[in-house]
């Protein structure tokens, strides 16, 4: 119940087009939906996160969307760059007691020209 | 600003030799600290996490120990590794546990 699943494994897009990661979850005390990115080499960053009191947010060219009831949420990349060729992670963690972040398996994301 | 710095950035030991991973944080006070694991298309996995100095919880039982002898510094150790600790290793901090996490860069440790 604790698993946050996360597709696909690896995602080609287009200069321009737009990327789409999926993540799905179980447990239904998760309130808290981060996205990380991680460059080669390097520690991942948090790019972007949703509580679902919203159905979507925006920051930029990223946009997480939400929906409850599926209980899933995914990240788009509008206008997708080769700079933004990177793992991406998906995570999730209840509000409340100790929980600490549970996350997906990445994706590996590369654009191409 | 907060800054975190892990060391060293790649590491080859050979079997059975000792480990011992340095991450320090600064420009806060009294962070909670986190040890993660990322293996290829296994994503990030919880090994140890910290909220003050001498409290270490454990997530996952292995080869490897953790320590935190100061607020802001935490150390991943091993007496002897193996070949199955090699991997790609993480420290991260949070001022609390449902503060967003941040991480260092990472040490990339080969057991030859």
């Known amino acids: 119940q604790q698993q946050v699943k996360q597709s696909p494994q690896s995602l080609i897009v287009q200069k321009g087009g737009i990327s789409i990661i999926n993540c799905a979850y179980e447990?239904?005390?998760?309130?808290?939906f981060p996205w990380y990115q991680q460059f080669p080499g390097k520690g991942p960053a948090l790019l972007i996160a949703i509580r679902p009191d919203v159905s979507e947010k925006k920051e930029g060219r990223f946009t997480i969307s939400f929906n409850k009831s599926a209980k899933q949420f995914s990240l788009h990349i509008m206008d997708s760059q080769p700079g933004d060729s990177a793992t991406y992670f998906c995570?999730?963690?209840?509000?409340?007691?100790?929980?600490?972040?549970?996350f997906g398996t990445g994706t590996r994301l590369t654009i191409i020209p | 600003s907060q800054t975190i710095h892990q060391w060293p950035a790649t590491l080859v030991q050979p079997v059975g030799s000792p480990l011992s991973l340095e991450c320090t944080v600064e420009?806060?006070?009294?962070?909670?600290l986190y040890w993660y694991r990322q293996a290829a298309g296994r994503g990030l996995q919880l090994l140890f996490y910290?909220?003050?100095?001498?409290?270490i919880s454990s997530e996952v039982p292995q080869n490897l120990s953790a320590s935190r002898p100061q607020d802001r510094q935490f150390i991943l150790s091993s007496k002897k590794l193996l070949l199955s600790d090699s991997g790609f290793y993480l420290c991260?901090?949070?001022?609390?546990?449902?503060?967003?996490?941040?991480f260092g860069n990472g040490t990339r440790l080969t057991v030859t």
């Open positions: 995570a999730a963690r209840p509000n409340f007691g100790n929980e600490k972040l549970t």
């Open positions: 910290s909220v003050g100095i001498g409290q």
């Open positions: 420009g806060t006070s009294n962070p909670n």
């Open positions: 991260a901090w949070s001022r609390s546990v449902h503060s967003p996490l941040h």
């Open positions: 447990n239904t005390a998760f309130d808290y």
